[in-house]
């Protein structure tokens, strides 16, 4: 079976049969060969369908598990992407906030994304300049089940945040998992939930920073709040942190959401002032090659880490990760 009108029409027979599973591996099978924009979106489609047809997602009682201290270090502990593990990640977030992971993508797999990601901005250009067009295969406006809430205000933002939001380019999507995939973090993120993985429509960003973005402190948690068990990952698909803008991040488990609010900034931003009264030895400007990332929760105050001797334009995907059990459903939910 090779032929995408055969294909498509065997994963309508799977999902009718509330075979969402085997519906994905199929389209994921028949992507490995040729690329097609018609699977992708379909594919992205059935994984968002899917995780409605869960039945009561349950994950573990205790959440995390609490994990010794492996680093005597103020700074971010770093791993090489075949040393991550959950307890590891664990261990990282409970006792510096975030995780540095080298080499989480290939260069190859970097640089398809990139191409991929320049091709979702200038169809999102495209339809800015005009709605009524069709802006190409590699920009498909994601149409959520219509209990749920998206469209105008999630993309106006994430264009004014140099974004273009990731389940837009079903074939980023599909990059980005597959490359996940390679890198086992499915498995990881199976294991550090305690149970299958979800990934967020609003939450998954294919980002290009210019060297005068604006940064801004905040924790995700102001909005995604503290009760869901998430797992940020942030991916850079540029050098940056030297040239081009990386990240700021506190190397510090924060138990609590700091002060929000201040001039001139989001309702959920903290201001200068109020991250001053932290510790500002902890604050890490990793340097980030292509395909490392920084794995980091809800409650890991951070910004993008930018500087005026900054002259480079840096490529980034932000993927947030959920447990089912506590999926924080306005997010807008894709079963990974
Ligand atoms: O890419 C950036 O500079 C910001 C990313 C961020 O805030 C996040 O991933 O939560
Ligand atoms: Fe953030």
């Given at each position: 079976?090779?032929?995408?009108?055969?294909?498509?029409?065997?994963?309508?027979?799977?999902?009718?049969?509330?075979?969402?599973?085997?519906?994905?591996?199929?389209?994921?099978?028949?992507?490995?060969?040729?690329?097609?924009?018609?699977?992708e979106t379909?594919?992205l489609?059935?994984?968002?369908?899917?995780?409605?047809?869960?039945?009561?997602?349950?994950?573990?009682?205790?959440?995390?598990?609490?994990?010794?201290?492996?680093?005597?270090?103020?700074?971010?502990?770093?791993?090489?992407?075949?040393?991550?593990?959950?307890?590891?990640?664990?261990?990282?977030?409970?006792?510096?906030?975030?995780?540095?992971?080298?080499?989480?993508?290939?260069?190859?797999?970097?640089?398809?994304?990139?191409?991929t990601i320049?091709r979702a901005f200038?169809g999102a250009e495209?339809l800015r300049?005009?709605?009524?067009?069709?802006p190409g295969p590699d920009l498909r406006p994601f149409l959520p089940?219509?209990?749920?809430?998206f469209g105008p205000?999630e993309r106006?933002?994430a264009n004014?945040?140099?974004g273009v939001m990731g389940v837009d380019c079903p074939a980023a999507m599909?990059?980005?998992?597959?490359?996940?995939?390679?890198?086992?973090?499915?498995?990881?993120?199976?294991?550090?939930?305690?149970?299958?993985?979800?990934?967020?429509v609003k939450?998954t960003t294919l980002?290009?920073?210019?060297?005068?973005?604006?940064?801004?402190?905040?924790?995700?948690?102001?909005?995604?709040?503290?009760?869901?068990?998430?797992?940020?990952?942030?991916?850079?698909?540029?050098?940056?942190?030297?040239?081009?803008?990386?990240?700021?991040?506190?190397?510090?488990?924060?138990?609590?959401?700091?002060?929000?609010?201040?001039?001139?900034?989001?309702?959920?931003?903290?201001?200068?002032?109020?991250?001053?009264?932290?510790?500002?030895?902890?604050?890490?400007?990793?340097?980030?090659?292509?395909?490392?990332?920084?794995?980091?929760?809800?409650?890991?105050?951070?910004?993008?880490?930018?500087?005026?001797?900054?002259?480079?334009?840096?490529?980034?995907?932000?993927?947030?990760?959920?447990?089912?059990?506590?999926?924080?459903?306005?997010?807008?939910?894709?079963?990974?």
């Open positions: 079976m090779s032929d995408t009108a055969t294909v498509l029409a065997r994963a309508e027979q799977l999902v009718s049969a509330g075979r969402y599973s085997d519906a994905i591996q199929l389209l994921t099978e028949n992507l490995a060969g040729a690329r097609d924009a018609a699977l379909r594919l489609q059935i994984r968002h369908a899917a995780f409605d047809a869960l039945r009561e997602p349950a994950g573990p009682e205790q959440w995390p598990r609490p994990e010794p201290d492996r680093w005597p270090i103020e700074g971010l502990p770093e791993v090489h992407a075949s040393e991550l593990d959950a307890a590891t990640v664990g261990a990282a977030l409970q006792h510096h906030g975030a995780l540095l992971v080298r080499g989480l993508l290939d260069e190859e797999r970097a640089a398809t994304l990139r191409a320049d200038a495209r300049e005009d709605p009524k067009i069709d089940h219509d209990r749920y809430e205000i106006a933002f004014f945040g140099s599909y990059e980005m998992t597959e490359a996940l995939d390679a890198a086992g973090v499915r498995a990881l993120l199976t294991d550090y939930f305690g149970e299958s993985p979800a990934f967020s939450k980002r290009r920073t210019e060297p005068d973005a604006p940064p801004g402190w905040h924790q995700d948690g102001a909005f995604l709040g503290m009760a869901s068990r998430a797992l940020n990952i942030w991916t850079a698909l540029t050098p940056c942190g030297v040239d081009a803008p990386g990240i700021d991040v506190f190397a510090l488990n924060f138990d609590h959401l700091v002060r929000t609010g201040g001039p001139n900034i989001y309702d959920w931003s903290v201001s200068d002032e109020t991250a001053s009264r932290y510790d500002a030895d902890r604050i890490v400007r990793p340097v980030f090659e292509a395909g490392d990332a920084l794995l980091f929760d809800q409650m890991t105050l951070h910004r993008t880490g930018v500087d005026s001797t900054m002259t480079k334009t840096r490529y980034a995907v932000e993927m947030w990760f959920f447990a089912p059990s506590t999926y924080p459903i306005e997010q807008i939910p894709i079963l990974y």
